[in-house]
């Protein structure tokens, strides 16, 4: 992988403001994470196969997990991993094995003379 640092840009947000006023984001291409205060804590939310069933979600590991090629997000319509709202790029907590290539290709990138794998 050719950049492996990634700048993290939290903007503050002002009194009165939701979780909506500003949209977190990563900008994959130049390997930046873009959050906001409110991202600081977690914060319940529900995804589209399940409205009304809140579970607390973190933005500050889930947007980093996007950094990784292929992790996109889990919780929108459609998506193959829908049903799983625990996984932590649906709307929960849980880190899943399907996010793992991504993750040990960086690292046996980055990490000369050891090589990183998973059983
Ligand atoms: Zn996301």
Same mark, same amino acid.
């Given at each position: 992988?050719?950049?492996?640092? !990634?700048?993290?840009?939290?903007?503050? #947000?002002?009194?009165?403001?939701?979780?909506?006023?500003? $949209?977190? @984001?990563? /900008? !994959?291409?130049?390997?930046?994470?873009? #959050?906001?205060?409110?991202?600081?804590?977690?914060?319940? $939310?529900? @995804?589209? /196969?399940?409205?009304?069933?809140?579970?607390?979600?973190?933005?500050?590991?889930?947007?980093?997990?996007?950094?990784?090629?292929?992790?996109?997000?889990?919780?929108?319509?459609?998506?193959?991993?829908?049903?799983?709202?625990?996984?932590?790029?649906?709307?929960?907590?849980?880190?899943?094995?399907?996010?793992?290539?991504?993750?040990?290709?960086?690292?046996?990138?980055?990490?000369?003379?050891?090589?990183?794998?998973?059983?």
């Amino acid at each position: 992988m050719e950049n492996a640092h !990634r700048t993290v840009n939290i903007r503050k #947000l002002l009194a009165g403001s939701t979780l909506t006023t500003y $949209i977190s @984001n990563i /900008d !994959r291409r130049n390997m930046q994470v873009n #959050l906001d205060s409110a991202d600081l804590a977690s914060y319940r $939310i529900c @995804n589209a /196969d399940s409205p009304g069933q809140y579970q607390d979600f973190r933005a500050v590991p889930h947007e980093y997990d996007h950094t990784f090629p292929g992790v996109d997000d889990e919780y929108v319509a459609g998506h193959v991993n829908l049903g799983d709202a625990n996984s932590i790029m649906n709307v929960g907590d849980q880190i899943r094995t399907r996010y793992l290539s991504p993750i040990l290709t960086q690292l046996n990138t980055v990490i000369l003379d050891c090589t990183f794998r998973h059983p």
